[in-house]
C-alpha cells in the first residue's frame, strides 16, 4: 500500500497571514502561542472538527502545528484525508520559537514553548 507523503512546510514558508491551527493542549497554549491560532486540541478534534472546516471555508490552507510536529502530522493526515488543504508545520511550536517567529500568552507573561 502506497501512501501520499504528507504535505509539510518549514517554518520560514509559513505566511504571516496564513491560517494557523494549534493542536496542542490547554497548558502548552497558555504558556505561549501564535496569537492568530485557531486553538482545537487534538484530544477534542473530532468534537470541534466544524470550527475548522468553518475557518477554512474560504478554501484557505491550514498550517498545522503542535510542540514538535507529531500530533500536528496526524491531524493534517486527517484533514487531508477529508479534502482540506491542509500541511504541517515541520519541527512544530519549536523551530517556530527558533526561528525568532511571534509568540504570545494571554496574560502578557514571557511565551516559551512547554
Not at 43 to 61: C, L, M, N, W, Y
Not at 62 to 78: D, H
Request: charged share 20%; with cysteine; net charge negative.
Amino acid at each position: 500500500m502506497n501512501f501520499a507523503p504528507l504535505p509539510t512546510v518549514t517554518v520560514a514558508e509559513v505566511p504571516a497571514d496564513g491560517l494557523m491551527l494549534d493542536v496542542r493542549e490547554a497548558d502548552e497554549w497558555q504558556a505561549g502561542h501564535i496569537e492568530s491560532a485557531l486553538h482545537v486540541p487534538m484530544s477534542g478534534f473530532v468534537a470541534r472538527f466544524g470550527e475548522v472546516t468553518e475557518a477554512a471555508e474560504d478554501g484557505r490552507r491550514i498550517y498545522v502545528m503542535c510542540r514538535s510536529g507529531g500530533r500536528s502530522a496526524q491531524v493534517t493526515a486527517y484533514l487531508v484525508q477529508q479534502g482540506i488543504d491542509a500541511v504541517n508545520i515541520d519541527g512544530g511550536m519549536f523551530a517556530w520559537e527558533a526561528a525568532g517567529r511571534p509568540m504570545v500568552t494571554d496574560d502578557g507573561s514571557p511565551a516559551i514553548v512547554a
